[in-house]
């Protein structure tokens, strides 16, 4: 009896969700008009508006409308939606503002509640992308992978999931929800750390899960995988693979829902650790890392795959926005998507078949020469790449060619604006690669990484082996010729070829990009300027100087016939210690503010300039059994530790552990052990460090407090500035 009416309900509820109705997307026109309804700005993605409203002739008179303090100082990447007068936008962490978009009013906020505990398995700050919205609601995933409905009329919780599927590893969520049909599917980061990436699809309506595909197999000991693509993909992985690390994939930004092909075209992560020696010892393609796969909506079974770097050694993700286009190729037109992830290509790609159409470099890269359409391989070259046998120079460097700031595709044009970085870095395995411990929740990257805008400055401090592998490295000479190059440009898609390029400021400058039909394209720059610029040449129409730097891109929308662009403010991100001296967020703080603009605006604002450093203050006397071992030691704990969060640079967004003072040194066991600074964002480490190494790590920083001290007593005496900085980020982790 009972048997029989759990059937019938089962029917019926079966019968409920096949009902459900799909919303249908609009596909007859590209780019955004009055609405910008997801981060992308359309169903394509393409960050491009149709709006004409600002021309070239009139742009120079834009002036700020309104501008809304997002309250935070730390990073700011999402790009805001508009709908209907109204703006959805996410900050750090994952909260998320309403607004009037005419007036800026506030209309409701939301902040995620979180154990912050979930900071130390963020390595690249606590950046947010994006919201969703669909069926009246705001969807968005916190850092801790909780995802959000909020109703969006009001902000209140309508559900709330747990995406997370193992909370002992350190993932995290950073991208934007993308909605697909009556679903939304959500990623999570965390590839360096110790996991194994997958997309969750959720039911729009009420949070209940439709599917879930993992990235890569797991350990085929542990019993059938989830799918039969895994099954296929475990031929790929050695048998040696180091499972119980994770191993990587993780989806961290780009999900793009292809309307035409009723698919989810997902980008995946890195392997974990980076060193395939300690990963997958021996080799294989390592399927699906760092990867275009394309999955069913329904279903989630996977339609197509296209793996952009085999056998990752580099970090060379491939979760870089996509953008979803219609190309003519050799006389026919083909549904493409266009992209360029970290991996120094530009990738044309079929949606239908999942094959590369065009798969040009636009940067150097010495992991692969160039890429073989025949056998849609690309053809490596792991003799100036592979480090398993010693130090290498690679291009490009792990921060990529390209990465999550957004590029704006233009049709009419033909152009693809992107910001893009050409640069090498140095890596090396730090030990032996065998019986290598997974580090918990934490950083297991097993590769020592330099990344510098001077390689060769950085070079001559390293120890004499490694610096005399680097001199004889057939790229040294490209190296010392042109350390690097960041620009923005504007690219041919099927060619690679650039058409235009302006360069900016240095290698930590970079940014998204938003293009209008009417020829221009937007952007802003770290040192706090939002550009205008001639779409067909380059040449600069306007700028302002907004004092807070720009990362994030840019996005326009109009309501009654007015047309607005409005910007997010705030420096961060990967690197985040690492503020650049022409930063606005260096010179003036990092104010996150949402700065809109339109014709016949105002003034902006400018921040006041952060007053001059101070000398270190006096650290208390150094402990009396402190031994230089000690003070190694807790300098080597430090930066295995410490130093992705304490850059201990100046004008970084965290404290300077060198210019701690008496009531800081006083709790330091406190703040450390015991977890007094949770709440904002400084984990607790008794579960990795013991006393007596938290003493190391307290010893070496009283030292160093005593050395910077002197120094910088001496440079104020002399009446020079303090503020001198280190160009290079040695992470090795
Ligand atoms: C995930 C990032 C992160 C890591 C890793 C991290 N911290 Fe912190 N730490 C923070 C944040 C955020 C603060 C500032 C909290 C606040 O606003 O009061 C902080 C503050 C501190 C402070 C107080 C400094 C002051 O002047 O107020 C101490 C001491 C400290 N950290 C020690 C450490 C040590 C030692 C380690 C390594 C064992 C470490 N931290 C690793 C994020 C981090």
């Given at each position: 009896?009972?048997?029989?009416?759990?059937?019938?309900?089962?029917?019926?509820?079966?019968?409920?969700?096949?009902?459900?109705?799909?919303?249908?997307?609009?596909?007859?026109?590209?780019?955004?008009?009055?609405?910008?309804?997801?981060?992308?700005?359309?169903?394509?993605?393409?960050?491009?508006?149709?709006?004409?409203?600002?021309?070239k002739?009139?742009?120079?008179?834009?002036?700020?409308?309104?501008?809304?303090?997002?309250?935070?100082?730390?990073?700011?990447?999402?790009?805001?939606?508009?709908?209907?007068?109204?703006?959805?936008?996410?900050?750090?962490?994952?909260?998320?503002?309403?607004?009037?978009?005419?007036?800026?009013?506030?209309?409701?906020?939301?902040?995620?509640?979180?154990?912050?505990?979930?900071?130390?398995?963020?390595?690249?700050?606590?950046?947010?992308?994006?919201?969703?919205?669909?069926?009246?609601?705001?969807?968005?995933?916190?850092?801790?992978?909780?995802?959000?409905?909020?109703?969006?009329?009001?902000?209140?919780?309508?559900?709330?999931?747990?995406?997370?599927?193992?909370?002992?590893?350190?993932?995290?969520?950073?991208?934007?929800?993308?909605?697909?049909?009556?679903?939304?599917?959500?990623?999570?980061?965390?590839?360096?750390?110790?996991?194994?990436?997958?997309?969750?699809?959720?039911?729009?309506?009420?949070?209940?899960?439709?599917?879930?595909?993992?990235?890569?197999?797991?350990?085929?000991?542990?019993?059938?995988?989830?799918?039969?693509?895994?099954?296929?993909?475990?031929?790929?992985?050695?048998?040696?693979?180091?499972?119980?690390?994770?191993?990587?994939?993780?989806?961290?930004?780009?999900?793009?829902?292809?309307?035409?092909?009723?698919?989810?075209?997902?980008?995946?992560?890195?392997?974990?650790?980076?060193?395939?020696?300690?990963?997958?010892?021996?080799?294989?393609?390592?399927?699906?890392?760092?990867?275009?796969?394309?999955?069913?909506?329904?279903?989630?079974?996977?339609?197509?795959?296209?793996?952009?770097?085999?056998?990752?050694?580099?970090?060379?993700?491939?979760?870089?926005?996509?953008?979803?286009?219609?190309?003519?190729?050799?006389?026919?037109?083909?549904?493409?998507?266009?992209?360029?992830?970290?991996?120094?290509?530009?990738?044309?790609?079929?949606?239908?078949?999942?094959?590369?159409?065009?798969?040009?470099?636009?940067?150097?890269?010495?992991?692969?020469?160039?890429?073989?359409?025949?056998?849609?391989?690309?053809?490596?070259?792991?003799?100036?790449?592979?480090?398993?046998?010693?130090?290498?120079?690679?291009?490009?460097?792990?921060?990529?060619?390209?990465?999550?700031?957004?590029?704006?595709?233009d049709?009419?044009r033909?152009s693809?604006f992107a910001h893009?970085?050409?640069?090498?870095?140095?890596?090396?395995?730090?030990?032996?690669?065998?019986?290598?411990?997974?580090?918990?929740?934490?950083?297991?990257?097993?590769?020592?990484?330099?990344?510098?805008?001077?390689?060769?400055?950085?070079?001559?401090?390293?120890?004499?082996?490694?610096?005399?592998?680097?001199?004889?490295?057939?790229?040294?000479?490209?190296?010392?010729?042109?350390?690097?190059?960041?620009e923005l440009r504007a690219i041919?898609?099927?060619?690679?070829?650039t058409k235009w390029a302006v360069p900016g400021?240095?290698?930590?400058?970079?940014?998204?990009v938003?293009a209008?039909?009417?020829g221009i394209v937007f952007h802003?720059?770290?040192?706090?300027?939002?550009f205008a610029r001639d779409a067909d040449t380059g040449e600069e129409l306007?700028h302002?100087?907004?004092?807070?730097?720009?990362?994030?891109?840019?996005?326009?929308?109009?309501?009654?016939?007015?047309?607005?662009?409005?910007?997010?403010?705030?420096?961060?991100?990967?690197?985040?210690?690492?503020?650049?001296?022409?930063?606005?967020?260096?010179?003036?703080?990092?104010?996150?503010?949402?700065?809109?603009?339109?014709?016949?605006?105002?003034?902006?604002?400018?921040?006041?300039?952060?007053?001059?450093?101070?000398?270190?203050?006096?650290?208390?006397?150094?402990?009396?059994?402190?031994?230089?071992?000690?003070?190694?030691?807790?300098?080597?704990?430090?930066?295995?530790?410490?130093?992705?969060?304490?850059?201990?640079?100046?004008?970084?967004?965290?404290?300077?552990?060198?210019?701690?003072?008496?009531?800081?040194?006083?709790?330091?066991?406190?703040?450390?052990?015991?977890?007094?600074?949770?709440?904002?964002?400084?984990?607790?480490?008794?579960?990795?460090?013991?006393?007596?190494?938290?003493?190391?790590?307290?010893?070496?920083?009283?030292?160093?407090?005593?050395?910077?001290?002197?120094?910088?007593?001496?440079?104020?005496?002399?009446?020079?500035?303090?503020?001198?900085?280190?160009?290079?980020?040695?992470?090795?982790?």
């Amino acid at each position: 009896m009972i048997g029989r009416r759990s059937i019938a309900l089962a029917a019926a509820l079966a019968l409920v969700s096949c009902a459900e109705e799909v919303p249908q997307v609009d596909t007859s026109t590209y780019g955004a008009g009055e609405n910008w309804d997801n981060p992308g700005g359309d169903w394509a993605g393409s960050h491009f508006s149709r709006l004409e409203g600002l021309t070239k002739d009139n742009v120079a008179e834009l002036g700020l409308a309104w501008e809304y303090d997002l309250g935070t100082a730390r990073v700011q990447e999402a790009t805001p939606v508009v709908i209907d007068g109204v703006m959805y936008t996410s900050g750090n962490l994952g909260r998320v503002y309403a607004l009037n978009a005419v007036t800026g009013a506030e209309l409701w906020t939301f902040t995620p509640e979180m154990d912050m505990q979930v900071a130390r398995a963020a390595c690249c700050d606590f950046a947010n992308r994006g919201i969703a919205v669909s069926q009246g609601k705001v969807m968005v995933a916190a850092l801790d992978g909780q995802l959000y409905a909020l109703d969006a009329q009001t902000g209140a919780v309508q559900w709330q999931v747990d995406t997370i599927v193992d909370h002992t590893r350190g993932y995290t969520s950073t991208g934007a929800p993308e909605v697909a049909g009556n679903l939304v599917v959500i990623g999570n980061a965390g590839a360096e750390m110790d996991t194994r990436g997958y997309v969750t699809a959720y039911h729009v309506s009420d949070g209940s899960k439709a599917w879930r595909f993992f990235t890569i197999p797991h350990d085929p000991a542990e019993g059938p995988q989830e799918n039969p693509e895994l099954e296929a993909a475990l031929d790929t992985w050695s048998d040696e693979t180091r499972w119980d690390i994770g191993g990587g994939g993780t989806v961290w930004d780009a999900i793009s829902y292809d309307p035409q092909f009723d698919q989810v075209i997902i980008g995946t992560g890195n392997g974990g650790p980076y060193a395939q020696a300690i990963r997958s010892p021996g080799g294989g393609d390592n399927l699906y890392l760092n990867s275009l796969v394309a999955l069913d909506r329904e279903t989630g079974a996977m339609k197509w795959h296209f793996q952009e770097t085999p056998q990752d050694n580099w970090d060379l993700t491939a979760t870089q926005p996509m953008t979803l286009a219609q190309m003519d190729v050799d006389g026919t037109s083909r549904p493409v998507v266009l992209h360029t992830p970290k991996n120094g290509f530009f990738f044309v790609i079929d949606r239908e078949t999942g094959r590369a159409i065009a798969a040009n470099p636009i940067v150097r890269t010495n992991w692969a020469s160039s890429w073989n359409l025949e056998t849609q391989r690309p053809n490596m070259t792991p003799e100036t790449s592979d480090y398993t046998n010693g130090p290498q120079i690679v291009f490009p460097a792990s921060p990529g060619a390209r990465n999550w700031y957004p590029a704006a595709y233009d049709p009419t044009r033909n152009s693809y604006f992107a910001h893009v970085i050409d640069m090498g870095n140095m890596l090396w395995l730090p030990g032996p690669v065998d019986n290598v411990e997974r580090q918990p929740g934490f950083m297991n990257a097993g590769a020592a990484i330099i990344f510098s805008p001077d390689l060769a400055a950085a070079a001559a401090s390293l120890p004499p082996p490694i610096r005399a592998a680097m001199e004889a490295h057939p790229q040294w000479q490209s190296v010392l010729d042109q350390p690097f190059t960041s620009e923005l440009r504007a690219i041919d898609p099927m060619t690679g070829a650039t058409k235009w390029a302006v360069p900016g400021l240095g290698w930590q400058d970079r940014q998204g990009v938003l293009a209008t039909q009417s020829g221009i394209v937007f952007h802003g720059n770290v040192a706090g300027r939002l550009f205008a610029r001639d779409a067909d040449t380059g040449e600069e129409l306007w700028h302002v100087d907004t004092g807070s730097s720009i990362l994030a891109a840019p996005m326009t929308y109009a309501v009654d016939g007015v047309q607005y662009v409005a910007v997010q403010t705030g420096w961060g991100g990967g690197g985040w210690g690492f503020v650049p001296p022409y930063a606005a967020a260096y010179s003036k703080g990092n104010a996150n503010r949402l700065l809109v603009f339109r014709l016949g605006g105002g003034a902006v604002p400018i921040p006041a300039d952060l007053p001059a450093l101070e000398p270190a203050p006096e650290p208390p006397a150094q402990f009396t059994d402190a031994t230089p071992a000690m003070i190694a030691m807790g300098g080597a704990l430090f930066t295995e530790n410490c130093g992705l969060c304490h850059s201990n640079q100046p004008r970084a967004p965290l404290p300077d552990l060198r210019r701690m003072n008496a009531g800081v040194h006083a709790g330091f066991n406190q703040i450390v052990l015991e977890g007094l600074l949770v709440p904002r964002g400084m984990p607790r480490w008794n579960d990795r460090l013991n006393a007596e190494q938290v003493k190391a790590i307290h010893a070496f920083l009283i030292d160093s407090q005593t050395t910077l001290r002197r120094r910088e007593l001496e440079l104020q005496r002399r009446g020079l500035p303090l503020d001198t900085q280190s160009l290079t980020i040695l992470s090795n982790f």
